[in-house]
């Protein structure tokens, strides 16, 4: 199988710039490495507008659109867009590789990419509004290895490193038990940093947990 083709990520935190430097590599690799490349975005994401992504700056570049729960689509639209060209292309893009759930075969398709010969460039969100791993961001860091660029933000309270979104609905903080994806701009979430990321409701991790992925056997008999 031809491994070997290059993976590069950038994630991290709303307003970290990713989707800019995912907008910056596709500009360099096209205007002085020639290489022809395909944008894709998950069709749940409706900010950018149809059929483009979007940098804060206003920086933006076509893409066309996948079902996040498929996004196998990919190929017939790869196929004919080359078939367009008459000629393959080298790199595929995708931005927002969060709302690629895990379940959806999105890590299997970047593989197979690869496996096929072509580069992959990548923007995602690293964590959801419960400070969570979000999506395919997490198995397609590890794909990446050490080609893996976090990018940093910036908390809206104080101004230190921001690693969490913090959803806020009528003025206030969302409860942990609100939706995963809840599509919305500067309005809904901003960046903050550990100190003044707020989570009503958030369960507490611990012994207590319903349905902890390791249990530790002897329990101790005193809570830490
Ligand atoms: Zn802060």
Redesign the pocket.
Known sequence: MARGRVLRLFIGNMASGKTRHLLTEIDTLRKYGNKKIAVFKPRTDTRSGMNCIKSRRGDEDAAEEILATHPHELWPLLRSKEAAAGCRFQVIAFDEIQFFPRNSGFFQLVKSLLEDGYDVLASGLAFDFRGEPFGSTPDLAMLAEDRCMWMTAY??????R?LYPQRIIDGVPAHYNSPQILVGGDETYEP?????FTLPGRPLAGYDDPSPQIRIWPQPTEAI
Do not use: F, L, Y
């Not at 908390?155 to 230190?160: A, K, L, Q």
């Not at 903050?192 to 003044?196: G, L, P, V």
């Open positions: 908390c809206t309270r104080c101004g230190s921001a903050r940093c550990d100190d003044h």
